[in-house]
T-cell receptor, first 112, second 112 residues
Framework: AQTVTQSQPEMSVQEAETVTLSCTYD???????LFWYKQPPSRQMILVIR??????QNATENRFSVNFQKAAKSFSLKISDSQLGDAAMYFC?????????FGSGTKLNVKP | ETGVTQSPTHLIKTRGQQVTLRCSSQ?????VSWYQQALGQGPQFIFQ???????GRGNFPPRFSGLQFPNYSSELNVNALELDDSALYLC???????????FGPGTRLTVL
């Protein structure tokens, strides 16, 4: 089965602190792409970070980084120095065989 | 550079009717994907068009169909509407099938 699982429906973090969002997935292939998308309230979904499965190095984009564990089929997102603007729904997604699979999302609350 | 736009913003239909949703892709993008996002859930992949051909399809029945035009804009058609079709329909464009997707604001469809 090609599924993406986000086991944390909601999380909270204090402003300026670090939070990690979890994601696991199923696949029988070695070549695929993984993504984290952010969907702010009533706003458009935007890409946070992207990882090619053939790359061993974890992707990093400013305060956002991933921990990609290919053997464990795990793809967690770490947000450092959390800001109020990080509050949103975060979706983990996988692409292979010309199909996208999204998780159910994690709602991130940021406390001032 | 114009972003991804979708029309209409909101739509109300009755069960059994047909609906057409439209998406204009971002300049330079040749790939469009469509998603259905029910309230409180992650996006479900409907299908993807690459250079006017359907490139991949999720687990949606044939009454969900689409088109992509030479300018890479796209339509999603849904026939014989059911109550469960009520959702936010998202369109996303990209420069290739696995690259970063740029999402539109969505069309909110309500089926009564």
């Amino acid at each position: 089965a090609q599924t993406v699982t986000q086991s944390q429906p909601e999380m909270s973090v204090q402003e300026a602190e670090t939070v990690t969002l979890s994601c696991t997935y199923d696949t029988s292939e070695s070549d695929y792409y993984l993504f984290w998308y952010k969907q702010p309230p009533s706003r458009q979904m935007i890409l946070v970070i992207r990882q090619e499965a053939y790359k061993q190095q974890n992707a990093t984009e400013n305060r956002f980084s991933v921990n990609f564990q290919k053997a464990a089929k795990s793809f967690s997102l770490k947000i450092s120095d959390s800001q109020l603007g990080d509050a949103a729904m975060y979706f983990c997604a996988k692409y292979n065989f010309n199909k996208f699979y999204f998780g159910s999302g994690t709602k991130l609350n940021v406390k001032p | 550079e114009t972003g991804v736009t979708q029309s209409p913003t909101h739509l109300i239909k009755t069960r059994g009717q047909q609906v057409t949703l439209r998406c204009s892709s971002q300049s330079g993008h040749n790939t469009v994907s469509w998603y259905q996002q029910a309230l409180g859930q992650g996006p479900q992949f409907i299908f993807q068009y690459y250079r006017e051909e359907e490139n991949g399809r999720g687990n949606f029945p044939p009454r969900f169909s689409g088109l992509q035009f030479p300018n890479y804009s796209s339509e999603l058609n849904v026939n014989a509407l059911e109550l469960d079709d009520s959702a936010l329909y998202l369109c996303a464009s990209s420069s290739d099938s696995y690259n970063e997707q740029f999402f539109g604001p969505g069309t909110r469809l309500t089926v009564l």
